[in-house]
Nanobody, 119 residues
Framework: QVQLVESGGGLVQPGGSLRLSCAASGSIFSFNAMGWYRQAPGKERELVAAFRSGASTNYADSVKGRFTISRDNAKNTVYLQMNSLKPEDTAIYYC?????????????WGQGTQVTVSS
């Protein structure tokens, strides 16, 4: 069973930085995609940043130039460096991993970590 454990959330002032970590129970090479989503109160969960098809990445327009996704294969960990944080970045951030079973994508989620941007 795949387990994803997030850490690194917290309270930060506008303009500040945080780094989120997502540690996987197995090799991250086994996943077809891996990344971060977030969900703010009253809103749908949305993609923040993800690795797809190897090293290619994609980002939500709202975080381009401010957030960076990276990974440490030896530690089976994916990171999200968040700079120049804004109040609208406040949300629960979830780590996601996808593994295909034939044509069927299997989604795995972490428990989420709260990020609050406020003065």
């Amino acid at each position: 069973q795949v387990q994803l454990v997030e850490s690194g959330g917290g309270l930060v002032q506008p303009g500040g930085s945080l780094r989120l970590s997502c540690a996987a129970s197995g090799s991250i090479f086994s996943f077809n995609a891996m990344g971060w989503y977030r969900q703010a109160p009253g809103k749908e969960r949305e993609l923040v940043a993800a690795f797809r098809s190897g090293a290619s990445t994609n980002y939500a327009d709202s975080v381009k130039g401010r957030f960076t996704i990276s990974r440490d294969n030896a530690k089976n960990t994916v990171y999200l460096q968040m700079n120049s944080l804004k109040p609208e970045d406040t949300a629960i951030y979830y780590c996601n991993a996808v593994k295909y079973n034939g044509p069927i994508p299997l989604n795995y989620w972490g428990q989420g970590t709260q990020v609050t941007v406020s003065s």
